[in-house]
């Protein structure tokens, strides 16, 4: 414990849009559904309703490492699991201080209930790990290396997938290690590329650790989002703009948000409905099946790997109604092209119980210097639109094509910096 910890910066989202008029607690069920639900655009253009008659993330754990995830929202109840507070601050993991860990557990899988948030994967499950940001360090004591141990921690567990809405302007050794563990394990770790494209764009982490699947934003008309880092780390890109987000820890009221953090958890959910469809596959193969049927313009060239959605944007329907994507060799990283461990889709057997707090994790690998993916594979050019997705840019627009045309959305975007900046 130290005071003040590593600083970091958090952004929680790029913009608070618009605060919906209708709170959750004490109005009627019908009316807030018409603010919450009917402002999660993405979930249409996905067509989810064909996607849940064969997937719905049953049997898929998610560990979502954030500010906390309030288990008693409308949205989760039933759905949370017990976890662990990395941040050894006041309260525990149960105890959102800032409202931006719940919005994003409810992205993945809210039930939508008395007119909440519907996550993308309702039936999968959340197991929430705390760490801190600037203003709780600022606050009190926290431990300075909770992101590292978070995320060990969640590679040992019995999360298939871990979610990261956090970033940091600075690469870190043991941070890296705790990524490549969890890689190593057999785990998706999607992490959000971060808000600053207009601000320096500078590469974030975890995001851009070589084992972390850089997530960015798109908005509802199909572009990337200004706000939305871009450059030779972006794996993939999810919808992340002017989503419904809890405005703030009194979790009584959604506001418009954008950010990479939206997008991480539709990524996260993408996954989790893809792998629970295929309960028998490694994360190498579920993450191959994301990038081959990820939705790409026209225009994009075959062999190529965009700087500003990666392989594409998330369609777990393509796979999943259609058959899109094959799942290759179970256990080649798709992100490395280097051999992993861990089960086919499985629980590791070291793994604490989610039922318990977990306070230890193992020792991670020793750690390789910093490199760019190479030799991604080839991926099928699957979407019409207009977009031109070479390394060097080019138009930014990218449309998913299902039976509707084009949708990609967002919310939360919430990053952190390993040191305080100041004003």
């Not at 989202?13 to 109005?27: D, E, F, H, R």
């Not at 919450?36 to 996607?51: E, F, G, N, P, T």
């Not at 899109?324 to 060799?329: L, N």
């Not at 490395?336 to 977990?358: C, V």
């Amino acid at each position: 414990m130290i005071e003040g910890g590593r600083p970091r910066r958090a952004l929680f989202g790029t913009t608070a849009v618009a605060v919906l008029t209708t709170a959750l607690v004490g109005v009627a069920p019908t009316a807030v559904a018409a603010d919450a639900r009917s402002q999660q655009w993405y979930l249409d253009a996905m067509h989810v309703d064909k996607i849940w008659q064969k997937a719905t993330g049953k049997g898929i754990k998610v560990a979502v490492i954030d500010t906390g995830v309030d288990p008693d929202t409308p949205a989760l109840k039933g759905k949370v699991l017990k976890g662990w507070d990395a941040s050894e601050s006041k309260g525990d993991e149960t105890d959102d201080y800032d409202g931006h860990g719940t919005s994003i557990a409810e992205i993945i899988v809210g039930s939508g209930a008395n007119g909440s948030v519907q996550g993308l994967a309702p039936d999968a499950k959340v197991i929430p790990y705390r760490v801190s940001n600037t203003e709780r360090q600022n606050e009190q004591a926290v431990n300075a290396f909770d992101m590292e141990e978070a995320i060990k921690a969640a590679a040992d567990s019995e999360a298939q997938i871990i979610n990261v809405s956090f970033g940091s302007d600075y690469y870190g050794s043991s941070e890296r290690e705790a990524v490549k563990y969890a890689h190593d394990k057999g785990k998706l770790v999607f992490a959000a590329a971060g808000n600053n494209a207009t601000k320096g764009n500078k590469e974030q982490y975890p995001a851009s650790y070589p084992e972390a699947i850089a997530v960015a934003a798109t908005d509802r008309n199909g572009k990337v989002a200004d706000y939305s880092q871009h450059g030779e780390t972006i794996d993939i890109a999810a919808p992340g703009s002017q989503l419904p987000a809890y405005c703030d820890k009194s979790l009584t009221k959604y506001c418009l948000r954008e950010g990479t953090s939206a997008a991480t958890a539709i990524a996260s959910a993408s996954a989790a409905l893809i792998w629970s469809a295929h309960p028998d596959w490694t994360a190498n193969q579920v993450l191959r099946v994301m990038f081959e049927s990820a939705g790409r313009g026209d225009g994009w060239k075959p062999g190529t790997v965009s700087n500003y959605v990666g392989y594409g944007v998330v369609r777990p329907g393509a796979h999943i109604n259609r058959g899109i994507g094959k799942p290759g060799d179970p256990n080649i990283s798709p992100l490395t092209n280097k051999p992993t461990g861990g089960a086919a889709g499985a629980t590791p057997s070291t793994a604490p119980s989610t039922t318990a707090s977990s306070d230890t994790s193992a020792t991670p690998s020793a750690s390789a210097s910093p490199q760019a993916p190479e030799n991604k594979p080839t991926p099928d050019t699957v979407v019409a639109g207009s977009s031109e997705s070479t390394e060097t840019g080019g138009s930014r627009t990218v449309v998913i094509i299902g039976a509707a045309a084009v949708a990609v959305l967002a919310v939360v975007g919430f990053l952190i910096a390993r040191r305080r900046r100041t004003a």
